[in-house]
C-alpha cells in the first residue's frame, strides 16, 4: 500500500505537523483547506469557498485523483447564512457526483477565515 504526502508549499504544514493531502491507495484524504492563497484571502465567503475548491482540486491532482473521486465532503462555516451562499459552489463542483456532505457552524482558526472545505475522495 503506497502512502504519499501532498504539500501546498505553505510552511504552517511544517509548524503543525500535517499535510495539505495524503494518498492511502485507494483514498485521497484531503485536509481542512481554507480560502488562503499566497498568504492572503478574500473578504467575500463564496470567493473563499472557491478558493477552497481550487486547492482542493490541485491537490487531488498531485495524488493523481480529482473531484469527480470525491465522496465525502465535510465544509465548516462561521455562520449559517453563509450555506446558502457556499452551496452554490458545492454544487458546480460536484455536480453529477453528489458526495455526502456535511455542513458544520462553529469558530475557525483565523477571524479572516469564513469557510473551512475538506473532502475525502476514492480513486477507482
Known amino acids: 500500500m503506497t502512502r504519499q504526502l501532498i504539500s501546498s508549499g505553505s510552511s504552517f504544514e511544517e509548524v503543525a505537523g500535517y499535510s495539505r493531502a495524503v494518498r492511502q491507495d485507494p483514498w485521497v484524504f484531503v485536509s481542512g483547506t481554507s480560502g488562503f492563497k499566497d498568504g ?11 478558493q477552497c475548491i481550487a486547492t482542493i482540486a490541485a491537490a487531488l491532482e498531485q495524488a493523481g485523483s480529482s473531484l469527480k473521486d470525491v465522496v465525502r465532503v465535510k ?25 455526502a456532505n456535511t ?12 469557510v473551512e472545505i475538506e473532502v475525502t475522495a476514492l480513486k477507482a
Open 75 to 99: 465544509a465548516y462555516i462561521t455562520e449559517a447564512a453563509f450555506f446558502e451562499k457556499i452551496a452554490p459552489v458545492l454544487g458546480a463542483a460536484f455536480k453529477g457526483i453528489r458526495p
Open 40 to 50: 492572503k484571502i478574500a473578504e467575500d465567503v463564496v470567493a473563499q469557498a472557491e
Open 103 to 114: 455542513t458544520i457552524v462553529c469558530g475557525l482558526v483565523d477571524p479572516q477565515m469564513k
